[in-house]
């Protein structure tokens, strides 16, 4: 009896074994993009997110002209910040508050939004920044720059070059071999976002946040 429980165990493990190798070759040799339907139904805290914006505030979308994040309406366009260790620009939103004054003596404090796994920064657009803007009304909190970055594994919200998956996925922020992430984000977005928005570098006027996948970026970002 035992011989064969064995034997039933050893090609059951077989076969698993065989599906998986099938799969693996299927996904390394073939980029693989899950239609938005089936993103929608196993990750429904990306469907239907309005993004257009009405605020007080100013939103930048820094992206590519291609990115379909720009169709949201109310955003403003800038360049997307260099590339560092990746082939393409990666997009990035930054709010400014109202009144936004890059000449000010005093830099305004700085907000690092990180959005979870399968989403992108336009999440935060109405999970975000609506209740920021009426804390900064009421005096509850000091008018801040909000940035929010693309983590996604392609940085625009498709799937890229022979990345064997959805690039909706997430990059969970750490330097791997699907990208230099964490690198990315201390390299080159920080110094780029330095020099072009009047934003503090002081660590006591800096908040990270997050969201899933984004929760856990902040934390190891602020323990990094």
């Not at 660590?203 to 902040?218: E, H, K, Q, Y």
């Amino acid at each position: 009896m035992r011989s064969s429980k064995r034997r039933g165990i050893i090609l059951l493990s077989v076969i698993l074994a065989v599906i998986l190798f099938v799969l693996f070759f299927l996904v390394s040799r073939y980029v693989i993009t899950l239609p938005d339907s089936l993103v929608s139904r196993f990750a429904p805290w990306t469907k239907e997110v309005n993004a257009d914006w009405q605020g007080d505030g100013i939103l930048i979308g820094h992206c590519e002209d291609s990115d379909p994040m720009l169709s949201f309406s109310g955003w403003n366009r800038g360049p997307a910040p260099p590339p560092g260790p990746f082939a393409t620009r990666r997009c990035v939103l930054v709010y400014v508050p109202e009144g936004y004054d890059p000449e000010r003596a005093e830099p305004y404090p700085v907000i690092y939004a990180l959005h979870g796994f399968g989403n992108r920064p336009y999440a935060w657009v109405a999970s975000l920044l609506p209740d920021l803007e009426a804390c900064i009304r009421d005096g509850s909190m000091p008018p801040a720059v909000v940035v929010m970055p693309d983590f996604s594994i392609s940085g625009n919200g498709a799937a890229e070059g022979d990345w064997p998956g959805d690039g909706r996925a997430g990059s969970w922020y750490i330097d791997s071999n699907l990208g230099s992430y964490d690198s990315w984000f201390f390299d080159n977005l920080r110094p780029w976002l330095a020099e072009r928005y009047h934003v503090s570098t002081d660590a006591a006027d800096t908040a990270l946040i997050g969201t899933s996948m984004g929760g856990f970026g902040a934390l190891y970002y602020s323990l990094t």
